[in-house]
């Protein structure tokens, strides 16, 4: 039998014992699953390359290679660093990092501070909402590999943040926490019914025997609720240790075990009560914490990647010879001519070379109108061309272009640590490192003081049990929670729940021109006809055509004229940047504006400072419409009220400044920006922020898109763009005015239920905690407390209503 390489370790075995497939007719042979799976996981990334740089030598094979761990070597791979790692102007490598693994913010904690200390790394931070990092590095001191493994080595896995593999990610690890959930409820469920017999018997007396069957009943049900629900808080306090780091895991774990451990003394030495029901309310209680948290995390695709999305990835490019080939974007040089037809994006930014045409650029300007555009003008990537055959010569490469650096820009803001969590590091720290002092004080205390080790350690028990945070982590997770629930009544969807404090305590409204304070399309605001105006004919005429003025005509007359016949034209043309023609029965039609009159030998005297449509047939004018982008009703009156409740309310557009502070005097806004780009919108948003501003952003389109990325709160118009939606923290579904004011009402609302809350917590815990250390609460008393306690959140959270 003839010898065959393996095609990944290029080791030759007998092509008998080698695994085999097909692959586009070629025959491929491996030496073990190992290989096999090393070569699609390389295909999948695009790191072929790498057998390319390999030549003729040879690998271990992967079997044995995984196991040595060197599969940390294929983040240094080049092929690897060309998908995923961008190189910084200061020459540094920077990439983005999902961090798996993270529960907490004291994790995000730990990660950050082991990386900073790291040599060699720049910066390191870490979205809590994503578990998103950023990471910036110098390479000639520190290798990707080696960062990878310093994260592995604390407890926790990173890998290359993968759009495709997010939602995959995402949906396991909420199906983990479910799976312990349902069995820390189940455990939960039965063991109370267990513990009502058993508190039967401490006050009228229970013959051993049954109190030893009911005492085994309840530890095979606390068992599997410590060990395998509570897994999630024992990995979290030994890694937490492991680097020096007393964090809420440690509290949950360290109480829920020691009350395991001296229930099974006391089921076996038959000397005391046995508090197992303790150990599944501390984990299960906890544990629904975490799991609310989980659900509150922003899902699915990234905003970066609905950006990327949008963009085209190949363009028709002209060679030198006339031929014309699709190429990469990523392949697109500077100098290439690239052809662009009506309908399509221009996917890098350059110069127009040959033809004339009306691009759109509101994704870039917010420029509700179209704009001309003729030879040696510039055009911008992610514009769109309307009406024309284009072709225009690339400038810059993708990666310099102008979306491309709009999503860097997003991409900074996103990864931006928002400071209340900074202050959830500090105080969870904090708070577990005291209940734990107090713990040890009153244990040797108490032992000092009776003798007892018993006595002691369930007074110590007692301590942590009646402290454990359930009231104090459930506090704002419940009252944001049903606050969400009430605003989803009202058509408002907080993708984050923390945001609604954040935006209880905003004191500053940016909000975005066209498609926020206006309806985002040119609307007919009156019409002059003439006796040979045909509203059928001219409903075929504008319906022939893409233009946003065209449909504006069309949805007026669909409005106002019933049953209009259908209308057959013929010589349809469509005339650059002016209109339409087009024959009817021998007549001749026309729409567009001026320019289209003018050239027809049409004369045309209306004046109008909106834009101007006009209907000739047969050379005289038929019909004269004006539009313009009409203010969203209710608009001035929210803008009324949240003036009232001490919001101050900004414009920040793109729009030419006169229509800008036209509109704006409408609606009662006093602070007019105009004429901005994203950038310089995020920069206004920046400026606010460093007055001491916090400020929330309302915006429809992807040039808001790093505006509100900046902004403390983003909120987003239901109608708008979806890199808008996905980048915000609040859609208004309804897409109406009035709910701008309702998310402010029920931010309001939810963040005095969540002081009232964390107060009654914080009092709970100043008054049961000194009674646990006096020893007038047993272990018991403690869990049912931490109970009643965690109810009373919930109960005070259900009162959120939206007052009106």
Same mark, same amino acid.
């Given at each position: 039998?003839?010898?065959?390489?393996?095609?990944?370790?290029?080791?030759?075995?007998?092509?008998?014992?080698?695994?085999?497939?097909?692959?586009?007719?070629?025959?491929?042979?491996?030496?073990?699953?190992?290989?096999?799976?090393?070569?699609?996981?390389?295909?999948?990334?695009?790191?072929?390359?790498?057998?390319?740089?390999?030549?003729?030598?040879?690998?271990?094979?992967?079997?044995?290679?995984?196991?040595?761990?060197?599969?940390?070597?294929?983040?240094?791979?080049?092929?690897?660093?060309?998908?995923?790692?961008?190189?910084?102007?200061?020459?540094?490598?920077?990439?983005?990092?999902?961090?798996?693994?993270?529960?907490?913010?004291?994790?995000?904690?730990?990660?950050?501070?082991?990386?900073?200390?790291?040599?060699?790394?720049?910066?390191?931070?870490?979205?809590?909402?994503?578990?998103?990092?950023?990471?910036?590095?110098?390479?000639?001191?520190?290798?990707?590999?080696?960062?990878?493994?310093?994260?592995?080595?604390?407890?926790?896995?990173?890998?290359?943040?993968?759009?495709?593999?997010?939602?995959?990610?995402?949906?396991?690890?909420?199906?983990?926490?479910?799976?312990?959930?349902?069995?820390?409820?189940?455990?939960?469920?039965?063991?109370?019914?267990?513990?009502?017999?058993?508190?039967?018997?401490?006050?009228?007396?229970?013959?051993?025997?049954?109190?030893?069957?009911?005492?085994?009943?309840?530890?095979?049900?606390?068992?599997?609720?410590?060990?395998?629900?509570?897994?999630?808080?024992?990995?979290?306090?030994?890694?937490?240790?492991?680097?020096?780091?007393?964090?809420?895991?440690?509290?949950?774990?360290?109480?829920?075990?020691?009350?395991?451990?001296?229930?099974?003394?006391?089921?076996?030495?038959?000397?005391?009560?046995?508090?197992?029901?303790?150990?599944?309310?501390?984990?299960?209680?906890?544990?629904?914490?975490?799991?609310?948290?989980?659900?509150?995390?922003?899902?699915?695709?990234?905003?970066?990647?609905?950006?990327?999305?949008?963009?085209?990835?190949?363009?028709?490019?002209?060679?030198?010879?006339?031929?014309?080939?699709?190429?990469?974007?990523?392949?697109?040089?500077?100098?290439?001519?690239?052809?662009?037809?009506?309908?399509?994006?221009?996917?890098?930014?350059?110069?127009?070379?040959?033809?004339?045409?009306?691009?759109?650029?509101?994704?870039?300007?917010?420029?509700?109108?179209?704009?001309?555009?003729?030879?040696?003008?510039?055009?911008?990537?992610?514009?769109?061309?309307?009406?024309?055959?284009?072709?225009?010569?690339?400038?810059?490469?993708?990666?310099?272009?102008?979306?491309?650096?709009?999503?860097?820009?997003?991409?900074?803001?996103?990864?931006?640590?928002?400071?209340? #969590?900074? *202050? =959830?590091? +500090?105080? /969870?720290?904090?708070?577990? !490192?005291?209940?734990?002092?107090?713990?040890? &004080?009153?244990?040797?205390?108490?032992?000092?003081?009776?003798?007892?080790?018993?006595?002691?350690?369930?007074?110590?028990?007692?301590?942590?049990?009646?402290?454990?945070?359930?009231?104090?982590?459930?506090?704002?997770?419940?009252?944001?929670?049903?606050?969400?629930?009430?605003?989803?009544?009202?058509?408002?969807?907080?993708?984050?729940?923390?945001?609604?404090?954040?935006?209880?305590?905003?004191?500053?409204?940016?909000?975005?021109?066209?498609?926020?304070?206006?309806?985002?399309?040119?609307?007919?605001?009156?019409?002059?006809?003439?006796?040979?105006?045909?509203?059928? #004919?001219? *409903? =075929?005429? +504008?319906? /022939?055509?893409?233009?946003? !003025?065209?449909?504006?005509?069309?949805?007026? &007359?669909?409005?106002?004229?019933?049953?209009?016949?259908?209308?057959?034209?013929?010589?349809?043309?469509?005339?650059?940047?002016?209109?339409?023609?087009?024959?009817?029965?021998?007549?001749?039609?026309?729409?567009?504006?001026?320019?289209?009159?003018?050239?027809?030998?049409?004369?045309?005297?209306?004046?109008?400072?909106?834009?101007?449509?006009?209907?000739?047939?047969?050379?005289?004018?038929?019909?004269?419409?004006?539009?313009?982008?009409?203010?969203?009703?209710?608009?001035?009156?929210?803008?009324?009220?949240?003036?009232?409740?001490?919001?101050?309310?900004?414009?920040?557009?793109?729009?030419?400044?006169?229509?800008?502070?036209?509109?704006?005097?409408?609606?009662?806004?006093?602070?007019?920006?105009?004429?901005?780009?994203?950038?310089?919108?995020?920069?206004?948003?920046?400026?606010?922020?460093?007055?001491?501003?916090?400020?929330?952003?309302?915006?429809?389109?992807?040039?808001?898109?790093?505006?509100?990325?900046?902004?403390?709160?983003?909120?987003?118009?239901?109608?708008?763009?979806?890199?808008?939606?996905?980048?915000?923290?609040?859609?208004?579904?309804?897409?109406?005015?009035?709910?701008?004011?309702?998310?402010?009402?029920?931010?309001?609302?939810?963040?005095?239920?969540?002081?009232?809350?964390?107060?009654?917590?914080?009092?709970?815990?100043?008054?049961?905690?000194?009674?646990?250390?006096?020893?007038?609460?047993?272990?018991?008393?403690?869990?049912?407390?931490?109970?009643?306690?965690?109810?009373?959140?919930?109960?005070?959270?259900?009162?959120?209503?939206?007052?009106?």
């Amino acid at each position: 039998m003839a010898r065959v390489p393996c095609t990944h370790c290029h080791l030759e075995f007998d092509e008998s014992v080698m695994i085999t497939e097909e692959e586009k007719g070629k025959k491929l042979h491996f030496c073990c699953r190992g290989c096999q799976g090393v070569y699609h996981l390389l295909k999948e990334e695009g790191l072929e390359s790498f057998y390319d740089k390999l030549g003729n030598q040879t690998l271990e094979p992967a079997e044995t290679a995984l196991k040595k761990g060197e599969e940390l070597a294929r983040f240094d791979l080049e092929g690897f660093h060309k998908k995923y790692v961008r190189t910084t102007p200061e020459g540094f490598n920077e990439i983005h990092l999902i961090i798996e693994g993270i529960h907490c913010s004291a994790c995000v904690w730990l990660n950050e501070k082991v990386l900073h200390q790291t040599p060699g790394i720049i910066e390191a931070t870490i979205n809590y909402s994503n578990n998103k990092a950023k990471v910036v590095w110098d390479p000639e001191q520190i290798k990707l590999s080696q960062i990878i493994e310093t994260i592995r080595n604390i407890g926790y896995n990173a890998y290359p943040y993968d759009p495709a593999l997010q939602e995959e990610r995402a949906v396991k690890t909420r199906n983990d926490y479910y799976s312990r959930i349902l069995v820390g409820v189940f455990a939960t469920m039965n063991i109370m019914w267990i513990a009502i017999a058993q508190y039967a018997g401490y006050f009228t007396g229970m013959e051993q025997g049954h109190k030893n069957i009911l005492n085994i009943a309840e530890f095979i049900l606390a068992t599997p609720t410590l060990f395998y629900s509570g897994w999630i808080f024992f990995r979290g306090a030994w890694y937490g240790l492991k680097n020096r780091l007393i964090n809420m895991d440690v509290l949950v774990a360290t109480g829920a075990t020691l009350a395991y451990l001296y229930s099974i003394y006391a089921m076996i030495t038959h000397k005391g009560e046995v508090y197992f029901d303790s150990v599944t309310m501390i984990i299960t209680f906890v544990l629904v914490g975490k799991y609310l948290e989980v659900l509150s995390k922003k899902q699915a695709a990234d905003t970066l990647d609905r950006i990327i999305g949008s963009m085209p990835t190949e363009a028709m490019v002209v060679k030198a010879d006339g031929s014309k080939a699709l190429v990469s974007v990523e392949n697109i040089e500077i100098g290439d001519l690239i052809e662009l037809k009506p309908g399509e994006k221009v996917a890098v930014d350059g110069i127009l070379r040959s033809g004339k045409a009306l691009f759109d650029e509101s994704s870039l300007t917010g420029e509700s109108e179209p704009v001309f555009k003729e030879p040696g003008d510039e055009i911008l990537s992610g514009t769109i061309c309307l009406d024309s055959v284009v072709r225009y010569e690339a400038t810059k490469r993708a990666g310099d272009s102008l979306l491309s650096q709009i999503t860097e820009l997003l991409s900074d803001a996103v990864t931006k640590k928002p400071r209340i #969590e900074q *202050l =959830a590091n +500090v105080v /969870s720290g904090y708070f577990s !490192v005291a209940i734990l002092s107090i713990a040890l &004080l009153t244990f040797a205390g108490w032992y000092w003081h009776s003798g007892s080790f018993e006595t002691a350690l369930i007074v110590a028990i007692s301590v942590i049990v009646i402290a454990c945070p359930c009231a104090l982590g459930l506090a704002t997770p419940m009252a944001t929670l049903v606050g969400i629930g009430r605003a989803a009544k009202e058509g408002i969807l907080f993708k984050e729940a923390a945001q609604l404090e954040t935006m209880a305590k905003s004191d500053l409204l940016a909000l975005d021109k066209t498609g926020t304070i206006t309806e985002g399309r040119p609307s007919v605001l009156s019409i002059k006809t003439y006796e040979s105006f045909d509203p059928a #004919e001219l *409903l =075929a005429l +504008v319906h /022939s055509s893409n233009h946003p !003025v065209s449909r504006g005509i069309e949805r007026y &007359l669909l409005e106002h004229y019933e049953n209009l016949a259908e209308i057959k034209l013929s010589e349809l043309k469509s005339i650059e940047a002016k209109g339409v023609t087009a024959l009817c029965d021998g007549k001749k039609l026309a729409g567009g504006n001026r320019e289209l009159m003018q050239s027809l030998g049409i004369a045309c005297d209306f004046e109008s400072e909106h834009t101007l449509f006009v209907y000739a047939v047969d050379g005289k004018i038929a019909a004269e419409f004006e539009l313009r982008d009409r203010i969203r009703p209710g608009i001035r009156e929210v803008i009324t009220h949240l003036k009232a409740m001490g919001i101050w309310v900004v414009m920040l557009t793109g729009d030419h400044e006169a229509s800008a502070k036209k509109v704006a005097e409408e609606v009662g806004i006093e602070e007019v920006h105009a004429r901005l780009l994203p950038q310089e919108k995020a920069e206004k948003i920046q400026g606010y922020h460093e007055e001491g501003h916090i400020v929330v952003m309302a915006g429809d389109g992807i040039n808001d898109a790093v505006a509100l990325a900046s902004s403390d709160i983003a909120i987003a118009m239901g109608s708008g763009a979806d890199v808008a939606i996905e980048v915000s923290d609040v859609v208004l579904l309804e897409d109406k005015p009035e709910s701008l004011l309702a998310a402010y009402r029920i931010g309001r609302q939810t963040f005095r239920t969540v002081k009232q809350n964390l107060g009654f917590s914080l009092l709970y815990n100043l008054v049961a905690v000194p009674l646990a250390v006096l020893g007038f609460v047993n272990p018991l008393v403690a869990a049912l407390s931490m109970s009643l306690s965690s109810l009373f959140v919930v109960g005070n959270s259900t009162r959120i209503k939206l007052k009106k």
